[in-house]
């Protein structure tokens, strides 16, 4: 069964630390996303990378960053972790170009508390 | 900018049959999708329009009319288990050279006995 799995499905972490959220997907996919889901505010896009090493802001990056070394693998980092960044993090790949168009596949999220 | 409207919230019983409307102002348009999102579950996709008109997957239907900017999902016959979240979205262009998919905030349906 094809899937995208994410390493913690909930973290607690204290305001100011680097916090590593990862993110790993086993379909050859080229793209890969960060999203965060709030109530009412639906998902909204942090950042995202259509091939190793390539990397694109989404709508939301500040206080984010991202690293791609190897196509299968997406790292969302916290850089200096603080409370308005509690939430869901959904990370999802999917093929490129119009391949897209057929969906993404997510993963089972990360929550994470910053306290 | 991209933005997409949809209801937050819709309530029908068993059997019945619901719309989910989705409205979107989007430069540059690839089509529309639909995702669907169990409490605690991960999204998952249930389908896409690039073209007019509509689609058919067995008791769900998603329509678009590109002019209107405007699609629907249709679910027919409902059971308690499509009590869920429902998400329409855009893919957008961003960056230099990438696309992604921009989502609206969500429909909760609620399906009672």
């Known amino acids: 069964d094809v899937k995208v799995t994410q390493s913690s499905r909930y973290l607690v972490k204290r305001t100011g630390e680097k916090v590593f959220l990862e993110c790993v997907q086993d379909?050859?996919?080229?793209?890969m996303f960060w999203y965060r889901q709030d109530p009412g505010l639906g998902l909204r896009l942090i950042y995202f990378s259509y091939d190793v090493k390539m990397k694109e802001k989404g709508d939301i990056p500040e206080g984010y960053s991202v690293s791609r070394e190897k196509k299968e693998r997406f790292s969302l980092i916290l850089e200096s972790a603080s409370t308005n960044q509690t939430s869901m993090y959904l990370c999802?790949?999917?093929?490129?170009?119009?391949?897209?168009?057929?969906?993404?596949?997510f993963g089972s999220g990360t929550r994470l508390t910053v306290v | 900018g991209q933005s997409l409207e949809q209801p937050s919230e819709v309530t029908a019983v068993e059997g019945a049959i619901v719309q989910i409307n989705c409205t979107y102002q989007?430069?540059?348009?690839?089509?529309l999708s639909w995702y669907q999102q169990h409490d605690g579950g991960a999204p998952t996709f249930l389908s896409y329009?690039?073209?007019?008109g509509l689609e058919e997957t067995g008791r769900f239907s998603s329509f678009l009319s590109r002019s209107d900017s405007y699609g629907y999902l249709l679910l027919q016959e409902l059971q308690m288990k499509d009590s869920a979240s429902y998400f329409c979205?855009?893919?957008?262009?961003?960056?230099?050279?990438?696309?992604?998919?921009?989502f609206g905030k969500g429909t909760t349906l609620s399906v009672s006995s």
């Open positions: 999802a790949s999917s093929l490129r170009g119009r391949g897209a168009n057929y969906g993404y596949t």
């Open positions: 989007t430069s540059g348009f690839y089509g």
């Open positions: 329009n690039a073209l007019d």
């Open positions: 979205a855009v893919r957008s262009h961003r960056g230099e050279a990438g696309t992604a998919l921009i």
């Open positions: 379909m050859d996919h080229e793209n």
